[in-house]
């Protein structure tokens, strides 16, 4: 198991599971981090700077809608996209994660899951993102989750 230690922010990861774990505690109510988690204003947290940034986001927040988020990676666009399993909100968000035109549906299809538990100072987000079958991309993940929820964490101060 790998981790990167962050300030509030924290993630680790088992590169022989493909699986990622990534907390931070954000001082605002659940509902208010929900609506971040769940529409255009990921575009101003999900990034990693110098590595990714996510210019557009759209999605239909039900059972069953659609999302896409697209952006630049290492100079180069992508584009990717997933379908919502469950929507609880303010409690819980769970939706698949694929990059766009991979070979098959099911080629490179994880997993993504917020729970978010009110605390006395706001709202503790524990995610799940779990699927991967390569190291390499659970580790670059892992970061990316933890430097992602750092942003998050400054955009609703």
């Not at 230690?5 to 109510?29: C, F, H, K, N, P």
């Not at 997933?82 to 939706?95: I, Q, S, T, Y």
């Not at 917020?114 to 190291?135: F, P, Q």
Request: glycine share 10%; net charge negative.
């Amino acid at each position: 198991m790998s981790s990167m230690a962050a300030s509030g922010a924290r993630a680790v990861w088992d590169v022989s599971d493909g699986l990622i774990l990534a907390t931070v505690e954000i001082q605002v109510t659940p509902e208010r981090v929900f609506q971040a988690l769940a529409s255009r204003e990921i575009c101003e947290w999900w990034v990693r700077p110098g590595v990714f940034d996510t210019r557009e986001w759209d999605g239909d927040v039900r059972v069953g809608g659609h999302w896409k988020a697209s952006g630049m990676a290492r100079g180069k666009p992508y584009v990717l996209q997933g379908e919502f399993l469950e929507v609880d909100p303010p409690r819980k968000l769970v939706h698949t994660w694929q990059l766009a035109g991979a070979p098959s549906p099911m080629d490179g299809v994880t997993t993504v899951s917020y729970t978010l538990e009110a605390t006395e100072s706001g709202t503790k987000i524990t995610l799940r993102h779990w699927g991967y079958a390569s190291a390499d991309q659970t580790t670059a993940t892992g970061i990316g989750w933890e430097t992602s929820f750092e942003k998050l964490a400054q955009f609703l101060r």
